[in-house]
């Protein structure tokens, strides 16, 4: 630091201490500094605020070996990510218990709990009624709590409101339910407390990632700590198949997890159940479509694998 001028090193100190919040959470590079700080790096005039900042980096992350305290991690040879503080303890004996008070299709409260802050699977093949359940999950609780539906919005708005409509249950005008248009980073939107989060559906880019997916669900789990919130979440799977594309790892924060087939329902996974005495787990119906696939009727319990 010897070459660079005090007063520079100090505006240069100042101003990665200012963006430093903004990189909580994610591995930044240099570079990724130096553009947030203004720095043209092909102005020469820039050059010697480039150096301080790389010298403020290196003087708060653990590479520098006299930093007792250190702000920084150092990720390979010029990535950093914010050492985060201890967090505040968990009060876990006052926390509230319970059940979050949503109404669920296919009778599945007789054999479940749902818990707040906690997530819903319903993975579903193609044309087996994934859509229409989640639609039907939102007009079942619309007076009833705060709702948020988050739609792909795949067949447009008219397909939306053509299924609604269709529905044996009456949607006010205006709708007391919010929708959203959203494709990714579901968890960016999931703020508000005491609420049922409706996500139809997490895709993938056409490359066919479909690892992102149970990192997508850790995501939304993440957000839902702490809000008193439910999230119930659809995904695409292959046809008797009870595992959504993304494989085992998207059961795993779930606390209800449903394998839908045509005409038939299967509850692969349900961690709390209403019944001590009676494991819902692979408990599995056939049904009939109705109105616009919307409403599930003729509920019989099936003894076939799903």
């Not at 992350?61 to 050492?83: A, F, H, M, T, W």
């Not at 009456?170 to 049922?196: G, M, S």
């Not at 479909?210 to 789990?221: E, V, W």
């Not at 809000?227 to 993304?246: E, H, P, T």
Request: charged content about 25%; overall charge neutral.
């Amino acid at each position: 630091m010897s070459n660079i001028p005090d007063g520079i090193y100090k505006r240069a100190s100042a101003r990665v201490d200012e963006l430093l919040p903004r990189f909580r959470g994610q591995v930044f590079t240099r570079i990724e500094m130096y553009q947030e700080c203004g720095v043209n790096m092909y102005n020469p005039a820039h050059r010697t605020f480039k150096e301080a900042i790389a010298q403020k980096l290196y003087n708060i992350s653990d590479s520098n070996k006299e930093c007792k305290n250190p702000i920084l991690q150092q990720v390979g040879r010029n990535g950093y990510r914010v050492i985060e503080d201890l967090p505040e303890p968990v009060d876990w004996q006052n926390a509230e218990t319970g059940d979050f008070p949503v109404i669920l299709p296919f009778d599945l409260r007789k054999y479940v709990v749902i818990e707040p802050d906690s997530c819903m699977i319903f993975a579903g093949s193609k044309d087996s009624g994934k859509t229409g359940a989640l639609m039907r999950i939102v007009a079942l609780n619309m007076l009833k709590m705060n709702v948020v539906f988050l739609s792909n919005m795949e067949g447009g708005k008219g397909q939306i409101r053509r299924r609604f409509e269709a529905m044996d249950i009456e949607i006010p005008n205006p709708p007391p339910f919010k929708l959203y248009h959203v494709t990714e980073n579901f968890h960016d939107v999931i703020k508000e407390p005491n609420t049922l989060y409706v996500i139809d559906y997490i895709d993938v880019p056409d490359t066919g990632e479909f690892y992102m997916i149970p990192g997508a669900i850790g995501q939304i789990q993440k957000a839902l700590v702490n809000l008193g919130s439910v999230a119930a979440i659809g995904l695409q799977k292959k046809r008797n198949s009870d595992d959504a594309y993304g494989g085992e790892q998207t059961k795993k924060k779930a606390t209800l997890y449903l394998a839908m087939n045509p005409n038939k329902i299967k509850i692969v996974l349900a961690k709390v159940w209403a019944d001590k005495t009676v494991n819902p787990v692979n408990m599995q119906w056939t049904f009939q479509y109705a109105n616009e696939g919307t409403n599930f009727l003729n509920l019989q319990k099936s003894y076939e694998e799903a």
